[in-house]
């Protein structure tokens, strides 16, 4: 006889695993301030909206340097935030976006773009040591038209988002962001926002806080821009900060004369220092604007086939001392303040654009290499840094 045997047949099915985006924090201010880290408790504050639609809302007042942070969101990696903002008066005001900020017992920095409300345009405006940098940056300035406008008095969606280096900032329309800002250099810190330094205040409701993989928008950067880093000066080497200027350095010949000074413990000497990608120093990265070490030197080496005169562009927001080769060399002043024919700002194509033009300088190098410090000092608001050029 013949058994026949059952046999059991087991499928399995791989169903695709989703995995929903983690939300860090919500809040739609109808409750307390706890998970927030407030600079000025009488500047930012929950009030009555009047709206039946909002009900409370965050009002940030301007009163100098004011920030509303989210707590320990400088511990949960790349992040989308997203809200609604409001303009409640038709005078100077603005929203900040803060992200990557980090604050130490030295200096506080941090990455901003706002959103001015009574002008309808976005800038990015980053914090180096409590000085604003967006003189710097106005190729990043993005006005909002139509019906992308911002209207006094009425509620506008938002959304940004951060991985590293890099903000995405979304206004009214969700799917493409107004500006995609990369040259901030802090790649991680809290987030947050801060109303105008003097002026109107600024409403903010319904938080929420995603952690993200990647970005939602992967076109081109916004504005696209293309930078041409090479043709400029970008081999740096930076001294400093120091809380005054250093006469050895500045009389040093060459890179055989090489210094370094001993403050609080610490050794300093030359450090090779990055431009950013655009070729600007940013020397708001080294100097104090709210310290004592307000004084930097940055040294580049130039090459000369035989004795001659070369002429170099600069554009810059902070005032410059030339010394080459040792010798006191003349300064380079910032943009805006001798001729009218100059604007503040320090622009990334000075070089090749007549409207943009900087400041030009004539200095003789001799056969081989010459050594090129420059010294500055971070003393003045929005100021905090320049591009060289030297005519081929």
Same mark, same amino acid.
């Given at each position: 006889?013949?058994?026949?045997?059952?046999?059991?047949? #087991?499928?399995?099915?791989?169903?695709?695993?989703?995995?929903?985006?983690?939300?860090?924090?919500?809040?739609?201010?109808?409750?307390?301030?706890?998970?927030?880290?407030?600079?000025?408790?009488?500047?930012?504050?929950?009030?009555?909206?009047?709206?039946?639609?909002?009900?409370?809302?965050?009002?940030?007042?301007?009163?100098?340097?004011?920030?509303?942070?989210?707590?320990?969101?400088?511990?949960?990696?790349?992040?989308?935030?997203?809200?609604?903002?409001?303009?409640?008066?038709?005078?100077?005001?603005?929203?900040?976006?803060?992200?990557?900020? *980090?604050?130490?017992?030295?200096? /506080?920095?941090?990455?901003?773009?706002?959103?001015?409300?009574?002008?309808?345009?976005?800038?990015?405006?980053?914090?180096?040591?409590?000085?604003?940098?967006? !003189?710097?940056? /106005?190729?990043?300035?993005?006005?909002?038209?139509?019906?992308?406008?911002?209207?006094?008095?009425?509620?506008?969606?938002? *959304?940004?988002?951060? #991985?590293?280096?890099?903000?995405?900032?979304?206004?009214?329309?969700?799917?493409?962001?107004?500006?995609?800002?990369?040259?901030? =250099?802090?790649?991680?810190?809290?987030?947050?926002?801060?109303?105008?330094?003097?002026?109107?205040?600024?409403?903010?409701?319904? #938080?929420?806080?995603?952690?993200? *993989?990647?970005?939602?928008?992967?076109?081109?950067?916004?504005?696209?821009?293309?930078?041409?880093?090479?043709? !400029?000066?970008?081999?740096?080497?930076?001294?400093?900060?120091?809380?005054?200027?250093?006469?050895?350095? /500045?009389?040093?010949?060459?890179?055989?004369?090489?210094?370094?000074?001993?403050?609080?413990? =610490?050794?300093?000497?030359?450090?090779?220092?990055?431009?950013?990608?655009?070729?600007?120093?940013?020397?708001?990265?080294?100097?104090?604007?709210?310290?004592?070490?307000?004084?930097?030197?940055?040294?580049?080496?130039?090459?000369? /086939?035989?004795?001659?005169?070369?002429?170099?562009?600069?554009?810059?927001?902070?005032?410059?001392?030339?010394?080459?080769?040792?010798?006191?060399?003349?300064?380079?002043?910032?943009?805006?303040?001798?001729?009218?024919?100059?604007?503040?700002?320090?622009?990334?194509?000075?070089?090749?654009?007549?409207?943009?033009?900087?400041?030009?300088?004539?200095?003789?190098?001799?056969?081989?290499?010459?050594?090129?410090?420059?010294?500055?000092?971070?003393?003045?608001?929005?100021?905090?840094?320049?591009?060289?050029?030297?005519?081929?």
């Amino acid at each position: 006889m013949t058994i026949l045997k059952a046999r059991t047949l #087991i499928v399995i099915v791989f169903l695709p695993i989703i995995c929903s985006a983690q939300i860090m924090f919500k809040d739609n201010f109808e409750g307390n301030l706890s998970g927030w880290e407030l600079n000025n408790s009488t500047s930012v504050k929950i009030i009555d909206s009047q709206d039946p639609n909002q009900g409370k809302v965050l009002a940030l007042t301007p009163n100098s340097n004011v920030s509303a942070l989210i707590k320990n969101s400088n511990q949960w990696g790349a992040l989308r935030v997203e809200g609604k903002m409001l303009f409640p008066k038709n005078e100077h005001n603005y929203l900040g976006f803060i992200y990557n900020y *980090k604050k130490t017992t030295k200096r /506080e920095d941090f990455g901003l773009l706002y959103v001015k409300g009574n002008g309808s345009y976005i800038r990015a405006n980053p914090w180096r040591d409590g000085n604003v940098s967006r !003189l710097l940056y /106005e190729e990043y300035k993005i006005n909002l038209k139509e019906d992308q406008a911002i209207k006094i008095g009425k509620w506008h969606t938002f *959304k940004m988002e951060v #991985i590293n280096e890099t903000c995405h900032l979304y206004i009214n329309d969700m799917k493409r962001p107004k500006i995609t800002f990369d040259l901030f =250099e802090l790649k991680s810190g809290k987030i947050g926002f801060q109303p105008r330094v003097t002026g109107g205040g600024v409403w903010i409701d319904d #938080i929420k806080v995603t952690s993200i *993989k990647q970005f939602n928008y992967k076109g081109q950067n916004v504005p696209a821009i293309r930078y041409e880093p090479d043709s !400029l000066i970008t081999k740096w080497e930076a001294f400093g900060p120091l809380t005054k200027p250093n006469l050895v350095i /500045e009389q040093a010949v060459n890179d055989d004369d090489d210094v370094s000074l001993d403050i609080n413990g =610490e050794s300093i000497t030359w450090e090779n220092f990055k431009t950013d990608a655009r070729g600007a120093l940013i020397t708001g990265r080294i100097t104090e604007y709210q310290g004592e070490n307000t004084v930097a030197y940055f040294r580049t080496f130039l090459d000369a /086939e035989k004795d001659k005169t070369v002429t170099l562009h600069f554009t810059t927001t902070d005032e410059l001392a030339l010394y080459l080769n040792g010798k006191d060399s003349g300064r380079v002043y910032r943009d805006g303040y001798i001729s009218k024919d100059n604007d503040w700002n320090a622009w990334y194509d000075f070089w090749k654009n007549p409207q943009h033009k900087g400041r030009q300088k004539n200095i003789f190098l001799k056969k081989g290499k010459n050594q090129l410090v420059v010294r500055v000092r971070n003393g003045q608001f929005a100021s905090g840094g320049f591009f060289v050029y030297m005519e081929k």
